[in-house]
């Protein structure tokens, strides 16, 4: 079994995708732990503002099998994939980590989001603080202690039901 993160964001009927993001990730991969709701500005873009969070589960997959399972749960939710590559989406899962896995093909593993993007970092630093980067060697917490950028992201509660 591999244990895999991944990074979870709406700015489209943002509770909606959400609640439906993790409910298709618990059909797939069973229980999930996941870290607190954010919400962020769009990066990269003039848009609606994100709520992200990280799951954390446990998975005989593959790689390419993982990616195969996002794609299709984006595309059931309306994933426009002819859309800019910075713009708003219904949903957007990637995938961060398979265990200490590092390729390019068939994704860039460990995502490099996970040290650029706060959306990514904090959420994941909350979940798994000990857990370390397969590049840097560096846990999740040490690297959110030390994220050196400005961008404005908060915890929000989130209504589950």
């Given amino acids: 079994m591999a244990q895999i993160y991944i990074s979870i964001g709406s700015n489209t009927r943002r509770d909606y995708h959400i609640r439906c993001a993790v409910k298709a990730l618990k059909q797939q991969f069973g229980a999930l732990q ?15 503002p994100f709520y992200n969070l990280v799951a954390a589960a446990d998975t005989q997959l593959s790689v390419a099998q993982c990616i195969s399972v996002f794609k299709q749960i984006e595309d059931d939710f309306g994933r426009d994939r002819s859309a800019a590559k910075f713009s708003g989406r219904t949903l957007d899962l990637d995938l961060l980590t398979y265990d200490d896995v590092i390729c390019q093909q068939p994704v860039e593993l460990p995502r490099a ?3 650029e993007n706060a959306f990514v970092l904090w959420p994941l630093a909350e979940l798994a603080p000990e857990v370390t980067h ?5 846990s999740y917490a040490a690297l959110w202690q030390q994220y050196p950028k400005q961008q404005k992201l908060w915890p929000v509660p989130f209504n589950w039901e």
């Fill in 113 to 115: 989001e996970i040290t």
């Fill in 34 to 48: 996941l870290s607190s709701v954010y919400e962020s500005e769009a990066v990269g873009f003039v848009g609606a």
């Fill in 134 to 138: 397969p590049l840097s060697g560096q």
